[in-house]
């Protein structure tokens, strides 16, 4: 069993939805990630938590709307997407700086 | 240009063969991390290096912080082995990180 875990692992969503990704680790670090992977693009630092305060924004759109409520669980909050945002959202984990541990991902589809 | 560079974007290899995948950087970075990603997107962290060179089974990464490069050796590569190996840097101070586009690896039977 992975140490990092993803709900759901797919979903489709219209543009007037709202939807939350949920991120959960069980390996007792204090640091945790959201990153956007689009086809063709390298992988995008979105947030990051570290002891459940948020320590990096990398100017993503409000439509997106990170939430740590505590060291293990991490979520996001999707309202009013584009279909631009179609795409796979990977969370991860890690013990300070370093190594990371990745969650399987939610492949996100915005019709 | 993105600041993290990789080469070849596309390998295909015969079992057995010898394979290196480069990372160039144009920043300065506290660590180098080196990455796996296989079809259907699971990510699996090889590497972290911030000198030197590490080894793991049949994987090596090395680092050259004055050249700003890094590379990732397989030995003796296997089917199993085709995969994304993406580069990444990391900076002093913050959880900020940049990726390279990876390396689509492919090793033929």
């Known amino acids: 069993e992975t140490g990092v875990t993803q709900t759901p692992r797919h979903l489709v969503m219209g543009m007037t939805n709202k939807k939350s990704l949920k991120c959960e680790q069980h390996?007792?670090?204090?640091?945790m990630y959201w990153y956007k992977q689009s086809a063709k693009k390298p992988l995008e630092l979105m947030f990051v938590y570290n002891f459940k305060e948020q320590t990096e924004n990398n100017s993503v759109p409000s439509r997106f709307s990170p939430e740590c409520p505590n060291s293990s669980h991490l979520f996001l909050h999707l309202h009013t997407l584009q279909p631009e945002d179609s795409a796979l959202y990977l969370c991860?984990?890690?013990?300070?700086?370093?190594?990371?541990?990745f969650g399987p991902g939610t492949r996100l589809t915005v019709l | 240009k993105n600041e993290v560079e990789q080469s070849p974007q596309n390998l295909t290899a015969q079992e057995g063969e010898f394979i290196t995948i480069n990372c160039s950087y144009s920043?300065?970075?506290?660590?180098l991390h080196w990455l796996q990603q296989h079809p259907g997107g699971g990510i699996v962290s090889l590497f972290m290096?911030?000198?030197g060179k590490k080894k793991h089974g049949r994987l090596i990464a090395t680092i050259n912080i004055q050249e700003k490069h890094s590379s990732l050796h397989i030995t003796a590569s296997h089917p199993r082995d085709s995969a994304v190996y993406i580069c990444?840097?990391?900076?002093?101070?913050?959880?900020?990180?940049?990726f390279g586009t990876g390396t689509r690896l492919k090793v033929l039977a």
């Open positions: 920043v300065g970075i506290s660590a």
């Open positions: 990444a840097v990391g900076f002093s101070g913050t959880y900020k990180y940049i």
């Open positions: 290096l911030s000198s």
């Open positions: 991860a984990s890690s013990h300070s700086r370093n190594e990371q541990f």
């Open positions: 390996l007792g670090h204090n640091a």
